[in-house]
C-alpha cells in the first residue's frame, strides 16, 4: 500500500507556448495575469500542495554575447514578477499554497520579510518563499555588483538572511494585537520588540511593521543540489524541489537531506521533496511515446533553446563548442552548478555529442510517458521505490496540457488513493504536513 504523496507544480510567470495550435491569444495576453489565475484555479481545484513560482532578473547574453536565443525563444525574458501575480492567485483560490521566488543576494532582508508576511495576510496564510542565491553575474550587475558572490560564499550570507527574516517575523508576539476598546489600544507596544541585528552582513534594527501573519514564517522552499545547498536546504526548508535524476540518485538525495535534517535536530518527516517530473499523456501508451519522440527530435530550434538555456544559466556559451564533436566535460560554473554536471553527465566517456545531448537535455527525476493510468503506475512505483514525499509537475505551459493533468492524471491518482481529494488544513504547512 502506497502513501499518500504531494504534488506541485513548476511554473514562472512568463510567456507559455505562444505559437501552437491551441494557444489563442496568450502570447499577447498572458502577462495580464488571467491565464495564471486560471492555471491556479486548475490546480486548487486537482488539489495540488502549490505552484511553484521561479525567477530570475535577467535578459541572457550568455549564448553567443547576444541576447538573440535569450529573446527569440523567451527562455529568461520576458519574466515578470512572482510577488506581483501572487495576490491575484490568492484572490481566486481557496488552499492552493504559492511559492514566490526571490533571492537572498539582492533582495534587503526587511523588504523581503515584510512583503512575505504582507502576501501570507492577502492569501490568508498560503504564500512560500523559494530561498534561492542567484546564479548568474548578469542578475548580480542590476543591483549594483560587478560580480555575483562566490558558489558557497552566497550561502553563508543566505544563512544569516534567513535569521535575520526569522528575527523580524518573531518581532511581534502573536497577540501583539489587542484592539482593546475600553483602552483605545489597538497594538500593545510591550509585545513588540527590536531586533538589533549586526551581523557578518547585515545590519537592521526592526522590528518589522506588519501584522504577524497566519503562518507567521512562510513555507520555506529551496532547490540545494550541492553539499553546501543540500545542508542550507535540510537546515531551513518545508518542502525542497529537486532535480535528482533516476530512482536510485532520488533515494539518495532524499536520504541524505533526511539524514541532514535530523543531524539538525529537525524531524525529517517536516521536509517534503517534491521530484521534478515531465508526464507526457496521452490516450494511449503508443501515442504518448510518439509525442515524446516529437519532443525529443534534434531540430535546430530544440537544440538552440537547450544550449541558449544552458548558457544563461551556466554563463558559459555553450555556442563555442562543435555540435557534433563529443560533448566537453572541461566546462566549470559559478552558476547552477548540479545542473551543469547532470547535462556533462549525458557526454561521460563520449556517450553522447553536444548536439545529442542537447536535443535530449531535461531535469526529469524519471520519465513518465503514457495513459494516465500508465504514469499513474509508474508514480506509484517510484514513491515505493524512493519513499516519498512527491512530484513537481513541469510541462508544456498550455491550457490543454493542464487539463490533461489537472482532468486526466490527477482524478486517476485519486481513484487510487495516492493524492488528496480535499484539502485537510486552511493553512499551506498544514496542508504540506498533514501526510
Ligand atoms: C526545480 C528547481 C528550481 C529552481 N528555481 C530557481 C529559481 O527560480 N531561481 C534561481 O535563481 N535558481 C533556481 N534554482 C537553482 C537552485 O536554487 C540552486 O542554485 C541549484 O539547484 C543548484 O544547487 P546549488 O546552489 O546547491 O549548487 C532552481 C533549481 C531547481 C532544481
Request: aromatic share 10%; glycine share 8%.
Amino acid at each position: 500500500m502506497t502513501e499518500k504523496f504531494h504534488l506541485g507544480w513548476f511554473t514562472n510567470f512568463a510567456p507559455p507556448i505562444w505559437e501552437g495550435a491551441f494557444s489563442g491569444d496568450i502570447g499577447s495576453t498572458w502577462a495580464d495575469g488571467r491565464f495564471y489565475m486560471d492555471f491556479a484555479k486548475a490546480l486548487d481545484r486537482a488539489g495540488f500542495d502549490y505552484m511553484m513560482l521561479e525567477d530570475s532578473s535577467m535578459v541572457s547574453d550568455a549564448y553567443e554575447g547576444t541576447s538573440r536565443a535569450d529573446l527569440k525563444h523567451h527562455l529568461y525574458a520576458p519574466k515578470h514578477d512572482p510577488l506581483a501575480l501572487a495576490p491575484l492567485l490568492a484572490s481566486v483560490t481557496t488552499n492552493l499554497g504559492i511559492v514566490c521566488t526571490a533571492s537572498t543576494s539582492f533582495y534587503p532582508p526587511y523588504q523581503l520579510a515584510r512583503a512575505m508576511s504582507t502576501l501570507d495576510h492577502l492569501s490568508r496564510g498560503r504564500i512560500g518563499w523559494n530561498i534561492v542565491t542567484s546564479s548568474e553575474d548578469r542578475a548580480a550587475q542590476n543591483y549594483g555588483l560587478d560580480h555575483l558572490y562566490e558558489h558557497d560564499a552566497r550561502y553563508d550570507r543566505a544563512d544569516e538572511f534567513v535569521e535575520v527574516v526569522d528575527k523580524l517575523w518573531s518581532s511581534w508576539e502573536p497577540d501583539a494585537l489587542v484592539m482593546n476598546r475600553e483602552t483605545g489600544h489597538y497594538v500593545d507596544h510591550t509585545k513588540v520588540s527590536t531586533i538589533d541585528h549586526k551581523g557578518q552582513f547585515y545590519s537592521v534594527r526592526g522590528p518589522l511593521n506588519t501584522l504577524p501573519s497566519p503562518q507567521g514564517r512562510p513555507v520555506i522552499c529551496q532547490a540545494g543540489g550541492s553539499p553546501r545547498g543540500r545542508q542550507f536546504a535540510a537546515e531551513h526548508a518545508d518542502t525542497i524541489i529537486t532535480q535528482s535524476r533516476g530512482k536510485e540518485r532520488m533515494k539518495a538525495y532524499r536520504d541524505d537531506i533526511r539524514a541532514r535534517a535530523e543531524h539538525a535536530g529537525r524531524n525529517p518527516d517536516d521536509v517534503k521533496l517534491l521530484f521534478i517530473v515531465n508526464p507526457v499523456l496521452a490516450e494511449t501508451d503508443a501515442e504518448a511515446q510518439d509525442r515524446r519522440a516529437a519532443a525529443l527530435a534534434q531540430t535546430d530550434k530544440n537544440v538552440e533553446r537547450a544550449l541558449a538555456h544552458l548558457s544563461a544559466l551556466t554563463e558559459v556559451d555553450f555556442s563555442q563548442f562543435d555540435l557534433d564533436a563529443p560533448l566537453t566535460q572541461d566546462v566549470e560554473t559559478n552558476g547552477h552548478r548540479t545542473t551543469l554536471a547532470e547535462f556533462l553527465r549525458l557526454g561521460e566517456n563520449g556517450a553522447k555529442t553536444l548536439r545529442e545531448a542537447a536535443a535530449g537535455w531535461n531535469i526529469n527525476a524519471v520519465d513518465l510517458i503514457g495513459s494516465v493510468e500508465t504514469v499513474a503506475d509508474q508514480m506509484q512505483e517510484t514513491m515505493e521505490f524512493v519513499g516519498g514525499d512527491g512530484f513537481l509537475i513541469s510541462g508544456p505551459m498550455t491550457r490543454q496540457y493542464i487539463s490533461e493533468v489537472t482532468d486526466g492524471l490527477v482524478p486517476e491518482l485519486q481513484r487510487r488513493g495516492l493524492t488528496r481529494t480535499s484539502y485537510e488544513h486552511t493553512t499551506f504547512r498544514d496542508n504540506l504536513l498533514s501526510y
